[in-house]
């Protein structure tokens, strides 16, 4: 109580018909709490309205009408580290999440991502997804061939004989990367709603 | 005509970069133009051995670069060829004598006698790389068709291009034959991890040896494939336009035995 007169004398040229909500968090059984308060503020400050927190839905349907409302996407700011051409040997790729590249990378070349990596076209050089340890981190690539892969902490080298021309993806499954052909697999095709990455 | 600074670089050794230097050179004189070669590979001369010229040095380029000689003292003028010039290097020093600053200097001071200037480059990317593409306007990378060359080019053009060179690419060294039994990777599969503009494409040629060895050009000796390779190369350097990049071809069976003895007969 004291704290509350503390503060709204503080901010007592704004209180008079302004309206407060308060939020009892997870506690239950503050009814009478919240009209002594209300009754305190609304006498001795002029506040105009007191209200409890508002009914909470159930999440996913939380989730689903906010997406609808707002189109999350269109005012995202993304850290996703996009960029065009090709990396050659000895360039180094470091993005804090996930990293796209539509072009090629070379043999001798590094990709290093907090996220996902997402190459579009050959993949021929070394790559470091879900740094440090981010173990729901992928790889793909139009053409998959990585000299060295690690994701998280798992590493591997690149498969000699890897034929590459399909679109394949790595992920950790038990401590283990594996490699799977992306368009059987379909990782992304079960959420139900485009997300922000 | 605004004088040309070309690098001719390739970050691995003993792909062919002086034998490069020496024939494009060589072949830009005997087009007509003004033409000087430099040896940057301070320490490890090669480029005067190659021309036949070692007998004839006095100053070299870090004379001339820290101004203690002038061009036309520096500059050994080739006999054979009209208008083809060596500066060589020096083979006391190390390459830390030259900064980028002294190599700017001294190549403005060739532009204003040059049409072409041709820089040969040290293997590696350190600091003599560094000196050599200072004050290049153009690159040219030469490489072979193995993986290691490939890798080591790759990494050479990513730094041309983060100084604002522009590379193109001979490839040296083809075997038509292991080309077409799929022995040796093609001039398309190269081109296809580099993706840079091809300037030619050379064959492995015997005849580089002979004349490595006895200091005659090698665009001089008649019918050279390498030779040809690079009068070619040099043509289309110098705005030459019509001038298709030939794929060295195996010729199989009696053809090749046929057309091998109508070349001796010349």
């Excluded at chain 1, 190459?119 to 061939?145: S, T, W, Y």
């Excluded at chain 2, 870090?62 to 000689?69: H, K």
Aim: net charge negative; charged share 25%; hydrophobic share 40%.
């Amino acid at each position: 109580m004291e704290e509350l007169e503390t503060l709204f004398k503080r901010l007592q040229h704004l209180t008079v018909n302004a309206g407060v909500v308060i939020d009892t968090g997870e506690a239950a059984g503050c009814g009478q709490l919240v009209e002594k308060i209300e009754r305190y503020l609304k006498e001795d400050f002029g506040v105009g309205l007191v209200s409890g927190p508002p009914e909470k839905r159930s999440i996913p349907v939380e989730r689903i009408r906010q997406r609808d409302i707002s189109k999350g996407w269109t005012h995202h700011s993304s850290n996703v580290l996009m960029l065009r051409g090709r990396v050659r040997s000895g360039q180094k790729i470091e993005g804090k999440k996930h990293v796209i590249i539509t072009g090629d990378v070379n043999p001798g070349a590094e990709i290093t991502a907090g996220g996902d990596i997402y190459i579009l076209g050959k993949l021929l050089g070394q790559v470091h997804a879900g740094q440090p340890d981010n173990e729901d981190a992928i790889v793909f690539a139009l053409d998959f061939r990585p000299s060295r892969i690690q994701i998280a902490t798992v590493l591997a080298a690149g498969l000699p004989d890897a034929q590459g021309g399909t679109a394949e993806y790595a992920f950790l499954d038990n401590e283990r990367i594996v490699v799977d052909n992306y368009l059987e697999a379909n990782p992304f095709a079960r959420l139900p709603w485009p997300e922000v990455m | 005509m605004e004088a040309r600074t070309i690098v001719i670089t390739s970050g691995k050794g003993g792909v062919g970069k002086t034998t490069a230097t020496a024939s494009i050179g060589a072949a830009l004189a005997i087009e007509g133009n003004r033409v000087v070669v430099i040896d940057m590979d301070i320490g490890l001369r090669n480029l005067d051995v190659v021309l036949g010229l070692e007998n004839r040095i006095v100053f070299n380029v870090v004379d001339l670069a820290n101004e203690r000689c002038k061009v036309s003292q520096a500059a050994i003028r080739d006999r054979r060829i009209e208008n083809l010039f060596l500066i060589p290097a020096s083979q006391s020093d190390n390459k830390d004598v030259l900064t980028t600053a002294s190599v700017e200097r001294m190549v403005a001071l060739l532009k204003k006698e040059f049409d072409y200037i041709i820089i040969d480059s040290p293997a590696g990317i350190e600091r003599g790389f560094e000196n050599s593409i200072a004050a290049a306007d153009e690159s040219i990378v030469i490489c072979t068709p193995d993986v290691s060359s490939i890798r080591d080019a790759d990494r050479v053009i990513g730094l041309l291009y983060a100084n604002s060179i522009t590379p193109k690419i001979i490839v040296n060294r083809i075997v038509p034959q292991m080309v077409a039994s799929g022995d040796m990777l093609s001039h398309e599969d190269i081109l296809d991890v580099l993706s840079v503009e091809l300037a030619g494409l050379v064959p492995m040629d015997e005849q580089v040896v002979i004349s490595t060895n006895t200091g005659m050009p090698l665009v001089m000796q008649n019918g050279s494939l390498a030779g040809m390779a690079f009068r070619r190369i040099a043509k289309r350097l110098n705005g030459e336009k019509d001038i298709p990049v030939k794929v060295p071809e195996y010729k199989t069976g009696m053809w090749n035995r046929i057309s091998k003895r109508f070349s001796k007969k010349k």
